[in-house]
């Protein structure tokens, strides 16, 4: 039943997230149930597989496919954008094994499979979603004052406690913050982070440090102007997003599509020894299918005979929020 | 208090290793209050907004609550057996909506509304309990168990579940 349901919120015409308003403690919705689900068609597919209906398994493919690449390309925020990428990237490396393993099984679905490897994924997709996370912090920004004296208002009405601050501790926050001016703080660091989705993979490391010294120039704190809006200014401290994490995740997409479609070219013109993967990775692959970060070919390594690059991202938690993810690559 | 008394602190006032300590902090605290009604006075007047400040307070448009829109649907997968998923979609997502009109309360109606979208009755039984996005980093927090290793613990509980359920 869950996968019925799955794919018919995955075979609708657009996808395109509801704009659930500018509070932080909004309920948002959760999205396990989809992850779950495209889980559930995978594992539906591959028991197809097993059973040799090939022609299914690629059908199946092709609707998660373009369901997952509709997400990225209709969603508005950075969840469904990145989950949609997640996903996409997730149909891309089981493409790529069955092309590994799949052998000349899969020869006469190839065409079919090459339409789904052609490169399309940018960066530029996550402007909407950043625009949105931009809206949001922006406007919460412009109501701190309004937030710290009701504390917390209609945004914490229920069961949320608010700020757990006393009364007086809340006034006299209220009357430290100035709305316009925490505004345009938030809005000018913000905007300058969103700038990330206008760089392409071969610009992106110098890029990002220039986002990141003009954002700490933004957040400098003189002492001589610590009381002017100090309560705005710790705000926009804590509450600016890194868009960097992100953009990097788009990249990482991107190389690794570009790595998939290159497998998908070896595999048509049906090179397979080695030595000959290695000349076509570094001559015509260089030039079709370069490394964006590089803007070179992908690193081959002959005796593990996989295709790699130099990933962006970083983990997803805690201390790993700090580290990059190192070295990611397909076998062929 | 007696005069005795009286002369008696006068007196130890009087002593300078008393007298300038007390003195000191008579004047940070008028410092200090004089700063924070500065403060709070300067603070009193603001600035204009800036272009893109503005242009950022405007918000996007609401997206179409349409049959067509997939997002519907998914809204609408958690919905019970015997209802229609995409009849639920539509309340799921007026529901979710509703939090960005100020004077929002959330209701019973509102709640079962949200929280079912959310909550898979076997996945609960199996210990996979959804809470509000505020709820768990604060349950999180006073267990203080690594991230990774709830991810570990929570993903594949749940996975279970659902696919108990999806078969069921």
Known sequence: ?332 | MTETGNSGIRALLQKSFIRIPLKLALWLIVFAAVTFVGALAYNAFDEELSAEAKALLAAPPMGAIDDQNGYIAFLGMAAPKERDQMEWGRKAAAAFTAQAQPGFIRTPEWKEAIRSHVRIPEAQQQGCKPESAIAWPKRRMAARPSPRRLQKVTTPCCLLAIARLAMG
């Not at chain 1, 493409?95 to 020869?107: D, M, N, Q, T």
């Not at chain 1, 290159?262 to 001559?283: D, S, W, Y």
């Open chain 1, 1 to 332: 039943m869950l996968l019925a349901r799955y794919r018919k919120a995955r075979d609708g015409v657009t996808f395109t997230d509801l704009y659930i308003g500018a509070n932080p403690a909004a309920d948002m919705p959760g999205y396990s149930a989809l992850t779950a689900g495209a889980l559930l068609s995978l594992a539906e597919n591959s028991l197809q597989l097993h059973a040799g209906n090939l022609e299914a398994v690629v059908a199946e493919l092709e609707r998660e496919v373009a369901f997952h690449r509709r997400m990225i390309a209709d969603g508005r925020s950075v969840i469904t954008v990145l989950s949609g990428s997640n996903m996409l990237a997730r149909d891309l490396l089981i493409i790529s094994e069955l092309l590994r393993s799949g052998g000349e099984r899969f020869a006469p679905l190839r065409v079919r499979l090459s339409a789904l490897t052609r490169p399309q994924v940018g960066v530029g997709a996550l402007r909407p979603a950043f625009r949105l996370t931009a809206h949001e912090v922006v406007t919460f920004g412009h109501r701190i004052r309004a937030i710290l004296r009701d504390n917390g208002g209609w945004m914490w009405s229920g069961d949320d406690p608010g700020n757990n601050m006393s009364p007086l501790q809340n006034w006299a926050l209220s009357r430290m913050a100035r709305p316009n001016a925490t505004a345009n703080l938030v809005a000018a660091v913000m905007t300058a982070q969103a700038s990330i989705a206008d760089t392409q993979a071969a610009q992106f490391d110098h890029e990002i440090g220039v986002i990141r010294s003009a954002e700490q120039k933004l957040l400098e704190r003189p002492w001589y102007a610590e009381l002017s809006n100090p309560v705005g200014k710790g705000f926009a401290e804590v509450a600016v997003i890194n868009f960097g994490t992100y953009a990097a995740r788009m990249h990482d997409l991107q190389a690794l599509e570009r790595m998939v479609d290159l497998q998908m070219k070896l595999a048509v013109r049906g090179i397979n020894e080695t030595a000959a993967i290695a000349a076509f990775v570094a001559g015509e692959g260089a030039k079709s299918h370069p490394d964006p970060y590089t803007g070179k070919a992908f690193a081959f390594d002959p005796e593990k005979r996989m295709l790699s690059f130099e990933s962006r991202a970083k983990g997803r938690w805690g201390d790993e929020l700090k580290k990059r993810y190192g070295r990611a690559g397909i076998a062929l």
